[in-house]
């Protein structure tokens, strides 16, 4: 080979090396739980096979906390930049509120370029909650119904069946009363029949949700114009959760400064005999006390129901989903990758490396080592009946006055004013929502 053929070729080398590095993309992927340990390896480990499967795409990490994403993304996309693509939750607290403000890139077209029947593999009530003015702008990840999670030990000890949870709120009294009481002798009671969330808090909303849906109540009407917890079966739903408390002295003292993590420590030390919670609570009272062997002292069973009450949905569930950034360079990269983060693959994935449930129910339903799990499968079982609160931007507001009802109730006021008050400040918050002169029915 002469030199000038050598020159030439070695041309043609160079400028395709050039024009291949010039049609590499770079987007950004922000997740919260790059900061946690074992969701940062299983998260790298897919991102470098998306990358591998797509090397015209380069995905650079974003590490931001859970109590700071929602700020740092709203601050990022009104200032015109941010990642390409986000992973946000739980949805009721951010989806409507980034939705209604046009944060988000609409998923809309590209869904409708996939096969037939692509969104078929998500829950309807996942696509429904994702849904904006007729338009999809998020595809769902984790979701994870809450149940009653219950002690089998503690059970035995105090002479109820370890097998039997409690089906209605009435038998969950009983059992919650049976199961406090004095364990060491020393005459003063140190185990508790149950635990949950009493301070102002976002995970206040999973633990009381389901309460409200299992005595037939919710907090909105369907219009959403007003708010619904003047209803009779929304009054005894929250009298009966107030009462645990007050009346019956089944929860441990001290609610009202209960976080979720705080009432995990409780369960994991037996010191509350049952709880709500979702799936994410074993692999957590298995790092807190690893020598108890957890798979045989835990069990998970459906949201105990009003008695004589069957409702459709009986629980709610925490939904985490992937959005694109209104500002994304590079929608048809960010598309891909947003849709490999959501994929049948991707989501087995996270259920082997995490333990979450999903989104889809061609994984939640159709995962043979999912299915294998009994807890997972129990879990799993209760989504159909999980319920989203609505997604609307003021959703944050409206929980808040709710969340603050119970708390006045827990430290001794009387609920039904508490809970007259947050009727009143709901509807206030619902305004917009209703015609000029419209007014909500009286308390």
Partial sequence: MNRVKRFWLFLAFVTFAVLGSAQKVTIVLSNWHLVEPHWEKSIKEAVAEFMRRNPDIEVVLD???????????MTAIEAGVGPDVMHLGPAEISFGLFASRGYFYDLTPFIAREEPGFLDAWYPAVVQALTYNGKIYALGNNYQPMVLMWNKRLFAEAGLDPEKPPATWDEFLAYAKALTRDRDGDGRIDTWGFGTVGRVDPGFQLRFTPVLYSFGADYLTPDLRCAAINSPAAKEAVKFWVELYTVHGVIPPGVTDMSPGKVREQFAAEKIAMKITSAWNLPIVRTLRPELPWAEIIGVAPIPVKRGLDPEYRTTAFLSYYAMNRNTKHPEAAWRLLKFLTS????????????????????????????????ARAIAAALPTAKMVPMIPEWPQIIEAINVAVQKGFIGEPIDRAWAEAYRKINEILEPYRPRGAACPPY
């Fill in 344 to 375: 049948k693959e991707a989501q087995e994935k996270w259920f082997r490396d995490a333990y979450v449930l999903s989104a889809r129910r061609d994984v939640s339903e159709q995962y043979e080592p999912l299915l294998a799990d009994p807890y």
């Fill in 63 to 73: 590490y931001v906390s859970y109590a700071e994403k929602e700020t740092k993304y």
